[in-house]
């Protein structure tokens, strides 16, 4: 445990290992001053210590306690937390690849290998000299232009062995990332996104659609009596687009009812599940019409102030919405006597994560937001009674908060006249995979997954994923059904899966790896039974399962059920959902009988021959 | 009704089981009116002279001799047992699986631990007569198929008793709290 | 008015309003399993054994306020078969060496083990490295025992003290992680208490165990809940 100072570790080399992180100690003081030492703001002081810095050292965890008047061990637990924030040194370019299932089908251990050999240093590791680092990540929310990696909060999409070595060559001659240029990139929509990534938006529709002057609706609101306008929100039938459908006006109207002098609004866009991408292009192409949901969602519950957490991911959008947030404050729509109403302020603050999944879980934000490890609460309370800093706090999706901007400038009545009579309005689809044209199609609720599958020129499909990891995986005969609250419920994504692929090791696999990774810890069945699933999973992947592996799987599913989140609830969806639709892979790579047992004599005494200067005999005994 | 046919033997065990089998005190004497002994440490019969119906295993495995054994009784044996927290779960022998590899436990044992003195060729042992070590202690589950598992360490002798008479009689077994122990 | 009635498996239960659906349930002789909970500290259902059927929803009755009315199922066949596996997930996940354990005997694990008549193991034993923690010179922390209920966690001296134990990492990563410069003077009472809190051995306390003999431990002979059970007769 106690690691000497002259001991070299095998990534670092001791000798930059303070040119890497003893400037931690420089800025520590300016960071925790910018944050007033307040221990809420826990997030954001790791936040800044890492981006500057590349890692938050034993020293700086002990000067942050100190100053936030909390012991080390309570630093460590957030900063241990999630998965951008390290312990250890992660290179002046930390590069951050992501892994998840469509990275991967789009050609991603290509890149990885490619990136090994440029770099000099395996993925989990920092070359000697401490310049670059090589990490996995979970999805980035780049599925429409994958491969994808980000590097020092650029993301570089797209990826080819040829732009690999530019990256890296343009990395060894210390160029500022945002100053690599390559060519053959879409530009991007802003001068203050550096980051090449395309929008994609395939098909607009009523949220999407460009039909509005920013604050028209937040001018019309503010006439109005808060009730009345949850009221209308309340009429449009608005469903949260997080994936829980939970009724928007109905939270509001709840929050509101509890009295206390303070209340918040968050928006989440934690967009975590792999997938899903749908929120990065809102924010890029119609942020001021999520800002101006938010002011009004502000006005309806009384609140003064909101914030978006936004996923760690996303960090090269921040530029670009701090400046957004500042020309809405110049309009004199954020800020104070909004719209010359004297006395009604409501301001946005930005706060990011750190990378977890499991903050999309809305009471986990809550908690990552107040500076510790994102676990979900135990519910009751809810958030809207006691939510944030234990105020009255509502958590709506970036979506739902957009489709009320347009609910109030277009009329309830409007947006009951799209989508279907139990989900009305439209959804914003995330579509990626194997198909012609990934990218944004904004549908309205009622179509079915045949009618968007023509529509993304998706051919020979054998399975598509719908609502990511945590959705489900269905097979040709359900691709009839409609999306809607009623049929096929989602979040707002579609993988599309081609026949050519190996449902089981490409997906299953890699959704399950997914949520063993993301699992808070803190339920039992979430954090063990993804570990016994995967067991299971590649056992019968190599071979040696019988039917009572699959029995067993489909019992352990149910005691899924017991754990406290969403996360934990669908953590076996990958396997269970391919165990219903998809059966006839498994069963095809099952023994036919009732017991294989998985020892190797041979590779079980090969390593105490070997110790003992031996050669294995292996002749009477072995089978 | 024609007796039972009953082998025993303790792979990495320390033959408590076979002691708390004894335990069952006079009841012995029952017992070998319900069963026939055949391979056992209890009649000193070393290799199986007949199909038998019940083989207990106590120990689980932890060299190669150990595994040839448990195959042996699974060829043999109708019903095979895994008697005590050993044979189930590796017991206390594989409390060296989660700490060390089998290198390091074995130049612990024969180079460097303190009161080894006399190995000046520092030689781990390694004569072909030796079984050979395995890289973990397996419970026995993973390598045969067992039927039954009775836990304890040892198990309590009335937990034996019990399945060994609802295993010859058919009946369903007696489990009460006392007899169903960890320790 | 602070009277409330519930049904507690079509019984008729009295309680007060502010109880959690676990209370109720005890002072009535109605046993609910658990594992994280622990009488004067905040509860937090992350071990999920109290998991019930409260108005036909499944939740922890450790952390759920009764409500006059309520309809609650304790003790389904399928919520007992899913307590069963948790405490078999919970032994394969650790490394619990009954036999060399200080607590066995007077563990809480191994009397649900005990309880819920453990024999066939389904999942395999994971054997995973996990260390020994003996630098506080009161006690010690043996990772392979522990079962991440965070009752040390919750426990702390104080209400606002810095804590003390607290969670490390996530996922299947996750370990306790104490402060050592903050209970470097720990108390023996503080030791004391820490084990106490701790309801497997993970935290044991140095230079003192096997105290209680073979046969005179808490479940050598009766069950774990019958205490609670046996307020009914």
Redesign the interface.
Known sequence: ?GESKSQKSVEVNAENFSECCSCSCKNIKTILAKYGSDRVRLMDILIDIQTNVGCISKESVKEIAENL??????V??TL??YHFFSEKPTGKYAIYLNDSAVANMMGRSDIAKALEEEVGCKFGSVTEDCQIGLFDTACIGMNDQEPSAIINQRVFTNLTKEKVKLIVNGIKNNFDVNDIQIEGYCQATHKLITSNVCSNIKKEGPILTKDMKVGDALKKVILMDPNDVIELVKQSNLRGRGGAGFPTGMKWQFCRAFKDEKHYIFCNADEGEPGTFKDRVILTERPELLFEGMAIAGYSIGSDEGILYLRYEYKYLQNYLEDVLSTLREQNLLGKDIGGKAGLNFDIRIQFGGG?YVCGEESALIESAEGK?GEPR?R?PFPVEKGYLQKPTVVNNVETLCAVTKIIHQGPKWYRSLGTLDSTGSKVMSISGDCDNPGIYEIEWGFTVNDILEMVGAKDVQAVQVGGPSGSCIASNEFKRKLAYEDLATGGSMIIIGKHRDLIKDIVMNFTDFF??????????C??????FK?KLEKIYRGNGVQEDID?ML??G??M????CGLGHTAANPILTTLKNFRELYTAKLQKT??V???N?E????????????I??LG??H? | MSKKIVATTSLAGCFGCHMSLLDIDERILDLIELVEFNKSPIDDIKTFTKQCDIGIIEGGCCN?EN??VL?DFRKNCKILISVGECAIMGGLPAMRNNNA???EC??EAYLNCVSVQANEEKI???D?ELP?????V?PCH????IDYFLPGCAPRADLIWNALVALVTGNEMDLPYEVIKFD | MNKIKIRINDIVCRGEKGQTVLEIAKDNGIYIPTLCNYEGIK???????C?CMIGGR?M?AC???ALDGMDIVTNSD?LEK?RA??VE??F??GNHFCPTCERSGNCELQALGYRYKMMVP???Y?FAAK?I?A?NPKIMIDHNRC??C?RCIRRKKEKDN?????????????QI???H??TADFTDKLAQQAMDTCPVGAIIRKEKGFDVPIGERKYDKNPIGSDIEGLKE
């Not at chain 1, 590779?603 to 031996?614: F, I, K, L, M, P």
Request: glycine share 4%; proline share 6%.
């Open positions: 445990m008047n909390i012991s080390k061990v309570d460590e637990q241990s937390f977890a490890r135990d009751p063993i990774e993301e699992s808070c810890g803190s339920c039992v069945p954090r063990a039974m993804t570990v016994q067991n067993q019992e352990w149910k005691v059920k017991m754990n406290r009732d017991y047992s998985e020892f004599l590779e079980a005494v090969q390593e105490s021959c070997a110790a003992a200067g031996r294995p005999n009477g005994d089978e | 190669s595994v040839h195959k590899s089998i290198t074995l130049e781990i042992p390694n072909e050979m070590i395995l890289d973990k397996y993973e390598i045969v198929k | 509860p937090q259902g992350s071990c999920r054994i998991t499944m922890t952390t759920t306020p399928e899913f596996t948790i997930l919970l394969a996940e389904q999942f395999p994971s260390d923690d630098d079962i991440l965070k810095p804590n003390w134990f607290v969670f490390k990492k996530r996922g299947a990563k996750v992680n104490i402060d410069e903050l």
